[in-house]
């Protein structure tokens, strides 16, 4: 255990893939997008990773867009317009 509450863990068994085929020791997730990182933009406070992000972000919104549907008129909550939305079969939903 570590003075701040973190653990330091030695494995004890290695990892396969569905395919059979052994994982590689301290290798994580390889990206889907490789940015190199830049150290002379990083010290000018760029962040190329960032903003390879957003943009690709902003592109997949453009692609699948949100439909945020449509706002329905508002109700004539007054006791006339509560009666002629029930004499016209409307009433409350």
Known sequence: ??????????????LYSPSGKWFP?????DPDIRVVDDQTLLAKGQDPQLARGVEEVLQLM???PVNRGVRPPYQDRT??????AKAEGGGHE
């Open 79 to 84: 006791a006339a317009g509560q009666a002629k």
């Open 62 to 64: 453009k692609e699948h």
């Open 1 to 14: 255990a570590l003075i701040d509450g973190g653990a330091v863990t030695v494995p004890t068994f290695r």
């Open 25 to 29: 020791e301290g290798h994580g997730v």
